[in-house]
């Protein structure tokens, strides 16, 4: 293992994981993301507060920028703990992004970049069924539930992915729930409401009453 491109794989995936996409698409449409709902600097306060184009595009920008840290660290390095590094410094880099004095947002999307540029088939089932669960329940607690608890039973009984990868996707979702608790437990109880539902507003840069 190069000492050197292991670091240089690491340091790339922070960086790529601190464009914070939903802070620059959410100015571009005139809302301040850290300012409304709550104050998340992540996809969902994106759909909420900027609409339906605007929230896809992040959503895409940032699970593309956590598929890429796995890409780029495998050419780099093709370690399989230097890749695994590089997905974790995607979403720390997401959730404390240098480039907004690390305030940024929760990590979902950038979970599932970096997961679905390892386990490519696994995410694809667990994000038809979550997805379904989102709108059933407009929760996004549950949503990460039926992502990610189907993705690690889907990859050891039915694709039989090695230990280590087992591991690596119980445990990279875990980083992203600990930063939901840590950036929500002291919001109003409205805001904390909003943390967990999902919605589209029909105006951009709307807030809550």
């Known amino acids: 293992m190069n000492a050197a491109l292991s670091t240089v794989s690491i340091v790339i995936a922070y960086l790529l994981g601190s464009i914070p996409f ?11 993301v850290r300012k ?20 896809i595009t ?20 093709g370690h399989e703990l230097v890749v695994f590094g590089a ?36 995410m694809l089932i667990s994000v038809a069924i979550s997805i379904a669960v989102l709108f059933a329940t407009r929760n996004s607690i549950w949503f990460g539930v039926a992502l990610f608890v189907p993705l690690v039973l889907l990859s050891g009984l039915l694709f039989r992915e090695p230990v280590s990868r087992l591991i690596y996707s119980a445990a990279l979702p875990c980083l992203a729930g600990f930063t939901h608790w840590l950036t ?10 909003e943390a ?4 589209i507003t029909r105006k951009a840069g709307r807030e809550n009453k």
Do not use: C, M
């Not at 939903?22 to 809302?31: D, P, Q």
């Open 22 to 32: 939903a802070y620059i698409i959410g100015k571009l449409r005139g809302v301040d």
């Open 184 to 193: 929500t437990r002291h919001l109003p109880p409205e805001a904390q409401k």
């Open 87 to 122: 997905g974790v410094a995607a979403v720390i880099g997401h959730n404390w992004p240098v480039f907004l004095r690390f305030r940024g947002g929760r990590g979902l999307a950038t979970v599932i970049g970096a997961l679905l540029a390892l386990l490519p088939i696994e």
């Open 58 to 77: 992040t959503l895409i920008a940032d699970v593309g920028k956590g598929a890429l840290a796995i890409v780029v660290a495998k050419v780099l390095s």
């Open 196 to 199: 967990v539902s999902f919605w």
């Open 36 to 55: 409304v709902g709550d104050r998340n600097v992540g996809t969902f306060n994106v759909f909420r507060h900027a609409g339906l184009v605007a929230g």
